[in-house]
């Protein structure tokens, strides 16, 4: 397994916007699935989302995100870990935990000392590795948790 940049893979920007797209549909109300793929692909481009993924024997297991602006209620906040996603059958495995590491190092090295993140059910997730909840919130009608880790 390795660690890699979307970016250095952009043949895997379809499937792997796909899956955030699927995962989260409360979050694309009105975006189509084309729409969010360019979005995803651009964002890489001029660094206003790095993305990161596992990689098995080419093939992609899980994803996450530090993106600068995530939360348009929030745009006083940044950066966000976001779309968080691990395929089904590698879950359990600590694949997000190395994504985590990995977003973490990229914040710090852009200068930042804390992210922030938002979920709709997985603020016990969040909390056992050391996110603090900041305030409830409403995305869509979705209950929604915003949360902050200092780096």
């Known amino acids: 397994m390795e660690i ?4 250095d893979h952009p043949e895997l920007i379809p499937e792997v916007a796909g899956w955030i797209y699927k995962e989260f549909p409360y979050a694309f109300v009105g975006e189509s699935l084309r729409a969010w793929i360019e979005a ?7 660094g206003s989302l790095t993305t990161f993924v596992i990689l098995e024997r080419g093939s992609p297991l899980a994803t996450a995100s530090l993106d600068l602006e995530d939360l348009p209620s929030y745009p006083h906040l940044s950066p966000w870990l976001a779309s968080v996603y691990t395929r089904p059958e590698h879950r359990g495995k600590g694949l997000a ?3 985590f590491a990995e977003i973490e190092k990229e914040a710090r090295g852009r200068g930042f000392d804390r992210i922030y993140l938002y979920t709709t059910d997985q603020e016990a997730f969040y909390r056992k590795r050391g996110w603090e909840t900041l305030e409830g919130s ?6 929604t948790v915003v949360m902050r880790k200092v780096l």
């Open 97 to 99: 935990g190395m994504l």
């Open 4 to 7: 890699a940049r979307l970016r």
């Open 138 to 143: 409403r995305l869509d009608g979705e209950p």
């Open 40 to 46: 995803v692909a651009y964002g890489q481009l001029d």
